[in-house]
């Protein structure tokens, strides 16, 4: 039986050859445990690497692509077109493929390769310069994919990889910024083609009403939609290419309707997923409710493989937008405007039903969206007007001053959406939760780190926000309900720090840039103490990524993680767990912590 290509129908015994040539990323190690039980009983060190004598023959590849039905995918390098059969920066291919290359829809339909050039590490570009090898290789990406149908192609194929010692990862996007979705030498589970969407009335313990179960390959494009078609709305992120069952639920997740709704985790009501040993189950409140605990909120791809996601679907209606933008023509006028909007905040954060989107650079600020359910233009203008009054006060000239009235969120929604993909390509982030005490005690010392970072020349930069209340008050569930990082529930906003790049970055600026993340990052860690970082948009090599995405949760989520994954074979960087049993050696193998 042939195995099914992606891109180009490349043999097996050719993919294999090209698996063999994977290189790692040079990256440091996680800091040494503390205090740690020893790992269990294993014959077996270090995960297998392609061109390791206890790597899978052929063979046996074929024989586990008849067990799953001709759903293995022989792992391609994106770049390949510009490789082979010679290299050839001029072949049409490798052109259309360099126009591609920071395009999303080019990341989210292949099973392996990822959006973050970082992650992708140059291991096989479309940008050809004078230097190339002409070698073309997998780098950190997968050297397998299966594409996942169901509970029996997933539990097969975690079956073999246990079996033959092999690392296991799970994508679907690949719209991750700290290596999550990818793994050297790994079985893939590529869930991207489960695109099921049923509008149900949900009976459970806690919530009886209309409900959305989603596969784990929609994603808000299809369910923002499907939603407002049958008179609903559902909550998601600002981004439209995001999957909505993945890393974005299990990290917490927030979006336009978070203020009204609360966190997309906990907008969830029941999880259907494949455990590592192969069991397929539902987690809910009253059903398996340590996993659900977990999965609402502490982290992707860590505890089991989701199949789908029952969420809570809302009643539709009135919808009010706005958006307004000014220019910094002179600096001190300008950044005491942005110190303006932050107190601005603190009044809008009381508002129900208000969330706002906004950013600036050393040029410009704009408020991109702001969004009020069950508001008018009206309503949400005389909101913003004493801020606009303000920037008159200050003789700031707006750029855009704009309100608007919608029937449906979904209407709101497109009319205010993001640029783009603003960030899924050649874009690095980092982030931090910022509570109102930080506006209200050291507006000064924020803002300073704003203009510090913004008037750092030394890449394109853009410092973003989105500004919600999911309070427990607010959302109406008590502390400990889900494990969404404690921090989400006295943050004003949750800022990013993004640095743009052009797609043809070396890998070394790209190595600079992950640090400048972290040193701009570090600047709002005295200014928010006790603070944290939502893990979906921030580093993954943040010295202290156990207290700043998962909090007081942490030790609570490994009793979770070593109840359901106690041989740890789902391992990622920043995710609970990461440093107990597992480390990247310098070839990039996983092998045991001694």
């Not at 390791?52 to 799953?68: C, F, H, R, V, Y």
């Not at 001029?90 to 259309?96: I, M, S, T, Y």
């Not at 940008?127 to 090898?133: D, E, H, L, N, R």
């Amino acid at each position: 039986m042939q195995l099914s290509m992606h891109r180009t129908q490349v043999a097996l015994h050719a993919a294999l050859a090209i698996s063999n040539l994977a290189l790692a990323v040079a990256v440091p190690p996680p800091p040494p445990p503390n205090h740690l039980p020893p790992p269990p009983p294993s014959t077996k060190h270090c995960r297998v690497l392609p061109g390791d004598a206890e790597w899978p023959s052929q063979q046996e590849w074929t024989k586990l692509n008849q067990t799953i039905g001709g759903r293995l995918i022989s792992s391609v390098p994106l770049g390949q077109a510009c490789y082979v059969p010679t290299i050839s920066a001029d072949r049409p291919e490798c052109a259309k493929l360099r126009d591609e290359w920071v395009d999303p829809k080019t990341y989210y339909e292949d099973p392996v390769n990822v959006m973050s050039p970082f992650w992708l590490n140059n291991s096989c570009t479309a940008f050809i310069g004078p230097a190339a090898s002409g070698t073309c290789i997998l780098g950190n990406m997968a050297s397998f994919a299966v594409e996942v149908d169901g509970p029996k192609t997933v539990a097969d194929a975690l079956k073999f990889a246990k079996e033959k010692n092999m690392r296991i990862s799970i994508k679907n996007t690949g719209h991750d910024y700290i290596g999550r979705s990818n793994g050297k030498g790994s079985l893939a589970l590529w869930t991207h083609k489960l695109k099921t969407m049923s509008f149900i009335d949900y009976k459970g313990r806690d919530y009886h009403g209309p409900a959305l179960k989603a596969g784990a390959g929609v994603q808000f494009m299809d369910a923002y939609k499907a939603a407002a078609d049958k008179g609903l709305r559902v909550l998601g992120g600002y981004c439209s290419s995001v999957g909505m069952v993945g890393g974005y639920v299990q990290g917490g997740g927030h979006g336009p309707l978070a203020a009204s709704y609360g966190m997309a985790a906990d907008n969830t009501l029941e999880f259907e997923v494949v455990t590592v040993d192969g069991r397929h189950l539902v987690a809910s409140p009253t059903q398996n409710s340590d996993l659900y605990w977990a999965l609402s909120g502490g982290g992707g791809g860590n505890y089991a493989l989701v199949l789908s996601a029952t969420v809570k679907a809302h009643p539709d209606g009135q919808t009010a937008g706005a958006a307004l933008a000014f220019a910094n023509t002179d600096p001190e006028t300008y950044w005491k405007a942005v110190g303006e909007f932050q107190k601005h905040l603190l009044y809008l954060n009381t508002i129900p039903g208000l969330a706002t989107s906004w950013g600036f650079d050393n040029r410009t600020f704009s408020l991109d969206s702001a969004t009020l359910t069950g508001g008018t233009k009206e309503r949400i203008s005389s909101l913003l007007d004493p801020f606009v009054q303000k920037l008159k006060q200050l003789n700031m000239t707006l750029l855009r001053n704009d309100a608007t009235d919608h029937s449906r969120f979904y209407d709101q929604y497109t009319k205010y959406g993001f640029p783009p993909e603003v960030y899924s390509t050649n874009n690095t982030i980092g982030g931090r939760l910022i509570p109102p005490s930080t506006v209200e005690k050291n507006l000064g010392g924020l803002v300073g780190a704003f203009r510090r970072i913004a008037t750092d020349g030394r890449w394109p930069n853009r410092i973003s926000a989105i500004s919600l209340n999911v309070t427990h008050a607010r959302v109406g569930n008590q502390p400990g309900a889900n494990a969404v990082l404690p921090a989400w529930r006295d943050a004003l906003y949750t800022l990013n720090l993004g640095i743009g790049f052009p797609a043809d970055t070396p890998w070394p600026e790209l190595q600079a840039i992950q640090a400048a993340a972290n040193e701009w990052q570090a600047l709002f860690t005295p200014l928010t103490p006790d603070g944290g970082g939502y893990m979906n948009e921030a580093t993954w090599d943040n010295p202290t990524w156990k207290a700043d995405y998962f909090g007081a949760n942490y030790e609570k989520l490994l009793q979770v993680k070593r109840r359901y994954d106690p041989e740890f074979a789902l391992w990622q960087h920043t995710s609970v767990g990461a440093d107990v049993y597992w480390q990247p050696d310098p070839e990039g193998r996983l092998c045991r912590v001694r």
